[in-house]
Nanobody
Framework: VQLQASGGGLVQTGDSLRLSCVVH????????TGWFRQGPGKEREIVAA????????YYADPVKGRVTISRDNVKNTVFMQMNSLKPEDTGVYFC???????????????????WGQGTKVTVSS
């Protein structure tokens, strides 16, 4: 299974970005999927996650109301629309999937087996 993330870039405060992550191999429709980020000098943290079916999502408090995660199980792709970006959103964003369905949405990075290479987001003030 390989994950390819894209969509990052250099933007200004208040701008929007849409991140995409294409999953190659495996059965994407069985995978719980999440977006994580790691800011400069910070630990990796979860940003948002979505169940294999798409009918349940999770957002971390710092991004609630500004971020929308979605998935297309036909195109094997997960998206994250980020609006009203802030400088504290700066970091490398990683998509990750589990190996299969879980009882709920995994919130910790150790619960995800497959990871993309990351896409960098820089928000200038």
């Amino acid at each position: 299974v390989q994950l390819q993330a894209s969509g990052g870039g250099l933007v200004q405060t208040g701008d929007s970005l849409r991140l995409s992550c294409v999953v190659h191999g495996g059965t994407f429709s069985d995978y719980e999927t999440g977006w994580f980020r790691q800011g400069p000098g910070k630990e990796r943290e979860i940003v948002a996650a979505i169940r294999w079916s798409g009918n349940s999502v999770y957002y971390a408090d710092p991004v609630k109301g500004r971020v929308t995660i979605s998935r297309d199980n036909v195109k094997n792709t997960v998206f994250m629309q980020m609006n009203s970006l802030k400088p504290e959103d700066t970091g490398v964003y990683f998509c990750a999937t589990t190996r299969g369905r879980r009882i709920g949405i995994p919130l910790r990075d150790v619960h995800y087996e497959y990871w993309g290479q990351g896409t960098k987001v820089t928000v200038s003030s």
